[in-house]
């Protein structure tokens, strides 16, 4: 039975020692939170997913108010799964005496999304470093689709020696191609139609040709397109083999992440 715990008390009594493996997450959970979940269970350990919206990472005017909550129907999900437990904290919980300690990404921290939202991946950080500690978990899993994030989440735990193994997992897709978000329901049928340029113009394998398909689609405002390494650093000039090719673009109000391993 999945047990849904509020405290930190709680949830040390309800784990056991050993190994634990953690699905951290925000909630409104799908399919693609669904698989890190099944990945975290094919590796034998007890599971936790935890459910919060960590206002460290949202800015002001940002989503916060308006990010969907859906515990009840979260959970159910979760224990058709056979999750151990569920950790769902409030802000005051996580945060008794506010922010005081963040961690500082660094200087990957400051492109790609931390150009536009300079204070997000400190939120992140922050967040993880804290539910690694809480839950402590042995193994995390986080989706491929904020690639951005788990390059930060691998840093941190290497530059740190945080004794957690990290486990990327491939970006889980809608039928129509479309990366699933919990933030894909804020999008109309129209705004849905726009946003699948973005798979259609990773799918090309080329930053010349994806950045014309973009730049072509009405309703689609671009924030960047780029080709980096895998770990996002710069590549070299002449650079030939793995790549990774980034997109952030706005439908309608809604920011849309995707991205695509490629070969160069």
Do not use: W
């Not at 405290?7 to 040390?12: D, F, I, K, V």
């Not at 959970?29 to 269970?41: C, F, N, P, T």
């Amino acid at each position: 039975m999945t047990q849904l715990v509020h405290t930190p008390e709680e949830l040390a009594s309800t784990l056991p020692a050993g190994d634990v493996s953690l699905v951290p997450t925000m909630g409104a959970l799908h399919d693609g939170h669904l698989a890190l979940v099944r990945a975290a269970k094919a590796l034998g350990n007890p599971v936790v997913v935890s459910i919060f919206v960590n206002p460290l990472q949202f800015a002001p005017g940002e989503d916060l108010d308006a990010y969907p909550r859906t515990l009840p129907e979260d959970v159910a999900k979760l224990e058709a799964e056979g999750v151990d437990a569920v950790f769902a904290p409030t802000a005051e919980t996580m945060y008794p005496r506010g922010p005081r300690t963040t961690i500082h990404p660094g200087p990957l921290g400051s492109v790609l999304e931390g150009a536009t939202r300079p204070t997000h991946f400190a939120g992140v950080l922050t967040v993880v470093a804290k539910l690694f500690a809480l839950t402590r978990a042995t193994d995390a899993f986080f989706g491929e689709k904020d690639y951005q994030q788990l390059a930060l989440i691998r840093q941190m735990v290497d530059d740190l020696h945080l004794p957690v193994r990290i486990h990327g997992c491939p970006i889980v897709r809608d039928t129509d191609g479309l990366a699933l978000s919990s933030r894909n329901r804020y999008l109309s049928a129209e705004e849905r139609a726009t946003a699948l340029a973005l798979p259609r113009a990773l799918a090309t394998g080329s930053l010349a040709e994806a950045g014309s398909l973009l730049r072509g689609t009405d309703g689609l405002e671009l924030d960047y397109l780029v080709a980096t390494a895998e770990d996002l650093t710069e590549l070299p000039d002449g650079h030939s083999g793995p790549a990774r090719l980034l997109v952030a673009a706005k439908v309608g109000t809604t920011r849309l992440l995707d991205n695509a391993a490629i070969e160069l």
